[in-house]
Protein backbone atom coordinates (compact mmCIF):
# COMPACT_ATOMS: atom_id res chain seq x y z
CA UNK A 1 0.00 0.00 0.00
CA UNK A 2 1.49 3.27 -1.16
CA UNK A 3 1.92 5.71 1.59
CA UNK A 4 -0.30 8.83 1.45
CA UNK A 5 1.20 12.21 1.77
CA UNK A 6 -0.52 13.85 4.82
CA UNK A 7 -0.81 17.85 4.42
CA UNK A 8 -1.08 20.50 6.92
CA UNK A 9 -3.45 23.38 5.78
CA UNK A 10 -2.89 26.76 7.61
CA UNK A 11 -5.79 29.25 6.83
CA UNK A 12 -5.51 32.76 7.97
CA UNK A 13 -9.18 32.78 8.96
CA UNK A 14 -12.20 31.05 9.92
CA UNK A 15 -14.76 32.73 7.71
CA UNK A 16 -15.78 32.08 3.96
CA UNK A 17 -14.53 34.71 2.02
CA UNK A 18 -12.51 34.24 -1.85
CA UNK A 19 -9.20 32.29 0.08
CA UNK A 20 -10.83 30.24 2.28
CA UNK A 21 -13.30 29.29 -0.15
CA UNK A 22 -10.66 28.41 -2.57
CA UNK A 23 -9.06 26.38 0.19
CA UNK A 24 -11.95 24.30 1.30
CA UNK A 25 -12.04 24.09 -2.16
CA UNK A 26 -8.60 22.27 -2.67
CA UNK A 27 -9.00 20.40 0.47
CA UNK A 28 -12.06 18.88 -0.71
CA UNK A 29 -11.22 17.98 -3.97
CA UNK A 30 -7.59 16.27 -3.34
CA UNK A 31 -6.98 13.02 -4.11
CA UNK A 32 -8.05 10.99 -0.71
CA UNK A 33 -5.89 7.79 -2.27
CA UNK A 34 -2.98 9.60 -2.73
CA UNK A 35 -3.35 12.98 -0.21
CA UNK A 36 -4.53 13.05 3.55
CA UNK A 37 -5.46 16.98 4.73
CA UNK A 38 -5.05 17.95 8.22
CA UNK A 39 -6.79 21.26 8.59
CA UNK A 40 -5.38 24.16 11.41
CA UNK A 41 -8.23 27.31 11.50
CA UNK A 42 -7.75 30.27 13.71
CA UNK A 43 -10.91 29.75 15.83
CA UNK A 44 -14.58 28.06 15.09
CA UNK A 45 -16.85 29.64 12.48
CA UNK A 46 -18.24 28.30 8.83
CA UNK A 47 -15.45 27.13 7.46
CA UNK A 48 -14.44 24.69 10.31
CA UNK A 49 -18.13 23.71 9.92
CA UNK A 50 -17.83 23.02 6.91
CA UNK A 51 -14.60 20.96 7.08
CA UNK A 52 -16.52 18.80 10.00
CA UNK A 53 -19.63 18.30 7.58
CA UNK A 54 -16.69 16.37 5.25
CA UNK A 55 -15.46 14.88 8.39
CA UNK A 56 -11.47 16.34 7.74
CA UNK A 57 -9.28 16.72 10.84
CA UNK A 58 -8.86 19.91 11.81
CA UNK A 59 -8.00 21.97 14.63
CA UNK A 60 -7.74 24.97 15.42
CA UNK A 61 -4.56 27.56 16.66
CA UNK A 62 -4.73 31.08 16.61
CA UNK A 63 -1.39 32.40 14.09
CA UNK A 64 -0.85 36.02 14.58
CA UNK A 65 -1.02 38.40 11.63
CA UNK A 66 2.23 39.80 10.47
CA UNK A 67 0.88 42.01 7.49
CA UNK A 68 -1.47 44.54 9.31
CA UNK A 69 -2.67 48.42 8.47
CA UNK A 70 -0.74 50.66 10.71
CA UNK A 71 0.82 48.03 13.42
CA UNK A 72 2.55 49.31 16.51
CA UNK A 73 5.31 48.63 18.60
CA UNK A 74 2.75 47.11 21.74
CA UNK A 75 1.32 44.67 18.50
CA UNK A 76 4.36 43.57 17.73
CA UNK A 77 5.27 42.50 20.97
CA UNK A 78 2.40 40.60 21.47
CA UNK A 79 2.47 38.97 17.75
CA UNK A 80 5.54 38.02 18.95
CA UNK A 81 4.27 36.47 22.08
CA UNK A 82 1.14 34.84 20.06
CA UNK A 83 4.03 33.33 17.04
CA UNK A 84 6.09 31.84 19.99
CA UNK A 85 2.74 30.11 21.12
CA UNK A 86 1.79 29.06 17.60
CA UNK A 87 4.49 27.65 16.91
CA UNK A 88 4.63 25.01 19.76
CA UNK A 89 1.32 24.09 19.05
CA UNK A 90 1.89 23.90 15.20
CA UNK A 91 4.76 22.01 15.92
CA UNK A 92 3.19 19.31 18.27
CA UNK A 93 0.54 18.95 15.54
CA UNK A 94 2.93 18.59 13.01
CA UNK A 95 4.81 15.77 15.36
CA UNK A 96 1.66 14.19 16.36
CA UNK A 97 -0.50 13.49 12.77
CA UNK A 98 2.94 12.93 11.19
CA UNK A 99 2.46 15.50 8.65
CA UNK A 100 4.42 15.59 5.45
CA UNK A 101 4.40 18.86 4.18
CA UNK A 102 2.87 22.03 5.48
CA UNK A 103 1.15 24.58 3.33
CA UNK A 104 -0.15 27.72 4.12
CA UNK A 105 -3.28 29.93 2.35
CA UNK A 106 -2.03 34.07 2.43
CA UNK A 107 0.55 35.87 3.36
CA UNK A 108 -0.19 37.27 6.37
CA UNK A 109 0.67 34.21 8.12
CA UNK A 110 4.47 32.99 8.74
CA UNK A 111 3.72 30.17 11.61
CA UNK A 112 3.57 27.31 8.69
CA UNK A 113 7.09 28.39 7.99
CA UNK A 114 8.94 29.25 10.71
CA UNK A 115 7.67 25.48 11.88
CA UNK A 116 8.58 24.17 8.28
CA UNK A 117 12.12 25.35 8.95
CA UNK A 118 12.35 24.03 12.29
CA UNK A 119 11.20 20.70 11.63
CA UNK A 120 12.80 20.49 8.10
CA UNK A 121 9.90 19.91 6.35
CA UNK A 122 8.67 21.15 3.01
CA UNK A 123 6.78 24.53 3.05
CA UNK A 124 4.33 25.56 -0.17
CA UNK A 125 2.92 29.09 0.05
CA UNK A 126 -0.24 29.92 -1.28
CA UNK A 127 -0.37 33.75 -2.41
CA UNK A 128 -3.42 35.35 -2.77
CA UNK A 129 -2.66 39.19 -2.49
CA UNK A 130 -1.14 42.55 -4.38
CA UNK A 131 0.18 44.30 -1.39
CA UNK A 132 1.09 48.43 -1.94
CA UNK A 133 4.56 48.89 -1.74
CA UNK A 134 3.80 51.93 0.66
CA UNK A 135 1.99 49.80 2.69
CA UNK A 136 2.82 50.35 6.50
CA UNK A 137 4.84 47.01 8.12
CA UNK A 138 6.80 45.54 10.44
CA UNK A 139 9.38 44.67 7.96
CA UNK A 140 10.47 46.08 4.81
CA UNK A 141 8.25 44.80 1.48
CA UNK A 142 11.36 43.69 -0.22
CA UNK A 143 11.90 41.66 2.63
CA UNK A 144 8.38 40.27 2.90
CA UNK A 145 8.75 38.72 -0.49
CA UNK A 146 12.08 37.62 0.00
CA UNK A 147 11.17 35.68 3.12
CA UNK A 148 8.47 33.86 1.56
CA UNK A 149 10.55 32.99 -1.46
CA UNK A 150 13.49 31.67 1.13
CA UNK A 151 10.86 29.53 3.18
CA UNK A 152 9.22 27.74 0.43
CA UNK A 153 9.56 24.74 -1.40
CA UNK A 154 6.95 25.86 -3.73
CA UNK A 155 5.24 29.08 -3.97
CA UNK A 156 2.00 29.21 -5.61
CA UNK A 157 0.64 32.60 -7.53
CA UNK A 158 -2.69 33.37 -8.22
CA UNK A 159 -2.40 35.35 -10.74
CA UNK A 160 0.96 36.62 -12.94
CA UNK A 161 0.04 40.16 -11.46
CA UNK A 162 0.64 38.66 -7.68
CA UNK A 163 3.11 36.77 -9.07
CA UNK A 164 5.35 39.97 -10.36
CA UNK A 165 5.87 40.80 -6.83
CA UNK A 166 8.37 38.58 -6.10
CA UNK A 167 12.21 38.69 -7.88
CA UNK A 168 12.74 35.02 -7.58
CA UNK A 169 11.07 32.82 -10.14
CA UNK A 170 12.46 29.68 -9.53
CA UNK A 171 10.12 28.20 -7.60
CA UNK A 172 7.23 30.31 -8.55
CA UNK A 173 4.11 28.65 -10.25
CA UNK A 174 1.41 30.89 -11.59
CA UNK A 175 -1.80 28.78 -10.93
CA UNK A 176 -4.93 31.04 -11.83
CA UNK A 177 -7.96 29.94 -9.41
CA UNK A 178 -10.49 27.60 -10.57
CA UNK A 179 -14.17 27.12 -9.32
CA UNK A 180 -15.67 23.75 -7.88
CA UNK A 181 -19.54 25.14 -8.78
CA UNK A 182 -22.43 23.06 -9.76
CA UNK A 183 -24.87 25.84 -11.61
CA UNK A 184 -27.52 23.58 -11.89
CA UNK A 185 -28.31 23.99 -8.12
CA UNK A 186 -28.29 27.93 -8.60
CA UNK A 187 -31.68 29.31 -8.83
CA UNK A 188 -33.34 32.90 -9.55
CA UNK A 189 -33.94 35.01 -6.25
CA UNK A 190 -36.46 38.04 -6.14
CA UNK A 191 -34.65 41.00 -6.26
CA UNK A 192 -36.07 44.36 -3.45
CA UNK A 193 -37.55 47.28 -6.01
CA UNK A 194 -36.98 45.43 -9.14
CA UNK A 195 -39.70 46.11 -12.07
CA UNK A 196 -40.23 44.29 -15.18
CA UNK A 197 -38.00 44.40 -17.26
CA UNK A 198 -34.97 46.36 -15.16
CA UNK A 199 -31.36 45.67 -16.02
CA UNK A 200 -29.63 44.43 -13.35
CA UNK A 201 -26.01 45.31 -12.78
CA UNK A 202 -24.04 43.14 -10.10
CA UNK A 203 -21.15 44.11 -7.81
CA UNK A 204 -20.18 41.40 -5.58
CA UNK A 205 -17.48 42.10 -2.60
CA UNK A 206 -16.02 44.04 0.69
CA UNK A 207 -16.92 47.10 1.21
CA UNK A 208 -13.41 48.59 1.24
CA UNK A 209 -11.59 51.28 -0.60
CA UNK A 210 -9.63 49.30 -2.95
CA UNK A 211 -12.90 47.57 -4.18
CA UNK A 212 -13.73 50.72 -5.54
CA UNK A 213 -17.60 50.61 -5.35
CA UNK A 214 -18.19 54.24 -5.54
CA UNK A 215 -17.39 53.84 -9.33
CA UNK A 216 -19.94 51.73 -9.94
CA UNK A 217 -21.93 53.86 -7.92
CA UNK A 218 -20.84 57.16 -9.98
CA UNK A 219 -21.26 55.18 -13.41
CA UNK A 220 -24.63 54.33 -12.33
CA UNK A 221 -25.13 58.70 -12.72
CA UNK A 222 -24.24 58.50 -15.75
CA UNK A 223 -26.60 55.87 -17.58
CA UNK A 224 -29.94 57.91 -17.37
CA UNK A 225 -31.87 54.89 -18.24
CA UNK A 226 -34.49 54.39 -14.96
CA UNK A 227 -34.48 50.39 -15.97
CA UNK A 228 -30.57 50.27 -15.01
CA UNK A 229 -30.57 49.42 -11.59
CA UNK A 230 -26.86 48.59 -9.07
CA UNK A 231 -26.87 45.59 -6.65
CA UNK A 232 -24.34 46.25 -4.04
CA UNK A 233 -23.62 43.01 -2.12
CA UNK A 234 -21.29 42.71 0.71
CA UNK A 235 -20.48 43.88 3.76
CA UNK A 236 -16.90 45.73 5.42
CA UNK A 237 -15.58 48.56 6.41
CA UNK A 238 -18.28 50.48 8.02
CA UNK A 239 -16.82 54.17 7.60
CA UNK A 240 -16.64 53.27 3.76
CA UNK A 241 -20.22 51.91 3.55
CA UNK A 242 -21.44 54.90 5.44
CA UNK A 243 -19.61 56.79 2.12
CA UNK A 244 -21.25 55.16 -0.32
CA UNK A 245 -24.61 55.42 1.04
CA UNK A 246 -24.11 59.14 1.30
CA UNK A 247 -22.31 59.47 -2.16
CA UNK A 248 -25.90 57.66 -3.46
CA UNK A 249 -28.01 60.01 -1.41
CA UNK A 250 -26.05 62.99 -3.08
CA UNK A 251 -26.18 61.62 -6.45
CA UNK A 252 -30.29 61.03 -6.11
CA UNK A 253 -29.73 57.24 -6.98
CA UNK A 254 -31.73 56.07 -3.86
CA UNK A 255 -34.67 54.02 -6.29
CA UNK A 256 -31.77 52.43 -8.73
CA UNK A 257 -29.02 51.60 -5.78
CA UNK A 258 -29.83 48.60 -3.59
CA UNK A 259 -27.15 47.62 -1.00
CA UNK A 260 -28.07 43.50 -0.19
CA UNK A 261 -25.54 43.64 2.79
CA UNK A 262 -23.68 39.66 2.98
CA UNK A 263 -25.61 37.38 1.33
CA UNK A 264 -25.41 33.70 1.82
CA UNK A 265 -26.69 33.41 -1.97
CA UNK A 266 -24.42 35.62 -3.68
CA UNK A 267 -24.42 33.59 -6.33
CA UNK A 268 -28.12 33.28 -6.59
CA UNK A 269 -28.21 37.43 -7.17
CA UNK A 270 -25.50 37.23 -9.63
CA UNK A 271 -27.24 34.24 -11.56
CA UNK A 272 -30.61 36.73 -11.34
CA UNK A 273 -29.13 39.79 -12.52
CA UNK A 274 -27.47 40.79 -15.99
CA UNK A 275 -23.91 41.29 -15.61
CA UNK A 276 -21.21 41.73 -13.27
CA UNK A 277 -19.26 45.06 -12.41
CA UNK A 278 -16.06 44.59 -11.01
CA UNK A 279 -14.00 48.37 -10.24
CA UNK A 280 -11.17 46.92 -8.20
CA UNK A 281 -8.35 49.07 -8.29
CA UNK A 282 -5.88 45.90 -8.41
CA UNK A 283 -8.01 43.14 -7.69
CA UNK A 284 -5.13 40.09 -6.82
CA UNK A 285 -7.64 37.52 -9.17
CA UNK A 286 -11.19 38.15 -8.78
CA UNK A 287 -13.24 34.83 -7.81
CA UNK A 288 -16.15 36.11 -8.90
CA UNK A 289 -15.55 37.05 -12.63
CA UNK A 290 -15.62 32.83 -12.39
CA UNK A 291 -18.67 33.00 -10.62
CA UNK A 292 -19.72 35.31 -13.48
CA UNK A 293 -18.43 32.92 -16.43
CA UNK A 294 -20.26 30.07 -14.84
CA UNK A 295 -24.11 32.32 -14.43
CA UNK A 296 -23.01 33.25 -18.15
CA UNK A 297 -23.00 36.46 -17.47
CA UNK A 298 -20.69 39.10 -19.12
CA UNK A 299 -18.34 41.49 -16.77
CA UNK A 300 -16.88 44.29 -16.88
CA UNK A 301 -13.92 44.65 -15.05
CA UNK A 302 -10.69 47.02 -14.59
CA UNK A 303 -7.93 46.02 -16.75
CA UNK A 304 -5.48 45.88 -14.01
CA UNK A 305 -4.70 42.80 -11.81
CA UNK A 306 -5.91 39.37 -12.08
CA UNK A 307 -9.09 40.26 -13.97
CA UNK A 308 -6.98 41.46 -17.16
CA UNK A 309 -5.76 38.04 -17.11
CA UNK A 310 -9.71 36.25 -17.05
CA UNK A 311 -11.66 38.53 -19.10
CA UNK A 312 -11.20 38.36 -22.51
CA UNK A 313 -11.78 42.19 -23.69
CA UNK A 314 -15.10 42.28 -26.07
CA UNK A 315 -15.56 39.02 -26.00
CA UNK A 316 -16.40 38.03 -22.83
CA UNK A 317 -17.19 41.50 -21.42
CA UNK A 318 -15.44 44.24 -21.13
CA UNK A 319 -12.15 45.80 -19.67
CA UNK A 320 -11.82 49.24 -18.68
CA UNK A 321 -9.34 51.75 -16.92
CA UNK A 322 -8.93 52.17 -13.53
CA UNK A 323 -11.10 54.86 -11.87
CA UNK A 324 -13.30 55.58 -15.01
CA UNK A 325 -17.05 55.97 -14.08
CA UNK A 326 -17.67 57.19 -17.70
CA UNK A 327 -15.87 54.02 -19.20
CA UNK A 328 -18.14 51.55 -16.84
CA UNK A 329 -21.13 53.49 -17.81
CA UNK A 330 -20.71 53.04 -21.56
CA UNK A 331 -19.97 49.63 -21.33
CA UNK A 332 -23.31 49.20 -19.30
CA UNK A 333 -25.20 51.10 -21.55
CA UNK A 334 -23.63 49.38 -24.45
CA UNK A 335 -25.23 45.76 -22.89
CA UNK A 336 -28.11 47.19 -22.05
CA UNK A 337 -29.19 48.24 -25.50
CA UNK A 338 -27.75 45.54 -26.84
CA UNK A 339 -28.94 41.98 -25.01
CA UNK A 340 -28.25 39.60 -27.36
CA UNK A 341 -24.46 40.83 -27.68
CA UNK A 342 -24.45 41.03 -24.00
CA UNK A 343 -26.21 37.19 -23.89
CA UNK A 344 -23.62 35.70 -26.30
CA UNK A 345 -20.71 37.03 -24.44
CA UNK A 346 -21.81 35.33 -21.25
CA UNK A 347 -22.21 31.85 -23.96
CA UNK A 348 -18.46 33.08 -24.04
CA UNK A 349 -17.24 33.25 -20.87
CA UNK A 350 -19.03 29.64 -19.90
CA UNK A 351 -17.41 27.83 -22.87
CA UNK A 352 -14.06 29.40 -21.47
CA UNK A 353 -14.77 28.81 -17.89
CA UNK A 354 -15.37 25.10 -18.53
CA UNK A 355 -12.30 24.91 -21.24
CA UNK A 356 -9.77 26.88 -19.20
CA UNK A 357 -10.94 26.94 -15.35
CA UNK A 358 -11.63 23.18 -14.67
CA UNK A 359 -11.73 21.69 -11.61
CA UNK A 360 -10.25 18.92 -12.31
CA UNK A 361 -7.14 20.41 -14.17
CA UNK A 362 -6.40 22.82 -11.50
CA UNK A 363 -6.47 20.05 -8.66
CA UNK A 364 -4.18 17.91 -10.56
CA UNK A 365 -1.62 21.28 -10.95
CA UNK A 366 -2.16 21.58 -7.20
CA UNK A 367 -1.29 17.92 -6.63
CA UNK A 368 1.63 18.28 -8.67
CA UNK A 369 3.11 21.07 -6.63
CA UNK A 370 2.51 19.18 -3.51
CA UNK A 371 4.23 15.99 -4.90
CA UNK A 372 7.71 17.95 -6.08
CA UNK A 373 7.60 19.54 -2.74
CA UNK A 374 7.44 16.82 -0.96
CA UNK A 375 9.83 14.33 -3.49
CA UNK A 376 12.56 16.84 -2.94
CA UNK A 377 12.61 17.29 0.57
Not at 156 to 165: L, R, T
Request: proline share 3%; hydrophobic share 40%.
Amino acid sequence: MVKKIKILFLSHSSEMNGAERSLFDIVKNLDKKKFEPVVVLPKKGRLKDEFDLLGIKNYVVQCPWWVKINPNIFNFFYSLFREIISCILIRNIVKKEMIDVIYSNTVVCFTGAIVSKLLRRPHIWHIREILPQDLKFYFSYKWLFRFVSNNSKRVIAISSAVGNQFKRKDNLKIIHNALDLNISKLKKVEIEMKNKGDFLVCCIGSLQKRKSQEDAIRALSFVKNQKVKLLIVGKGIKEYEDYLKDLVRKLGLEERVIFMGFRYDALNILYSSDLLVLPSLNEPFGRVVLEAMACKKPVIAVNKGGPSEVVRDEKTGFLVPPRDPKAIAEKILFLYVNKEVAREMGKEGYRIFIKDFNYNNYTKKIEKVILDSYSSK
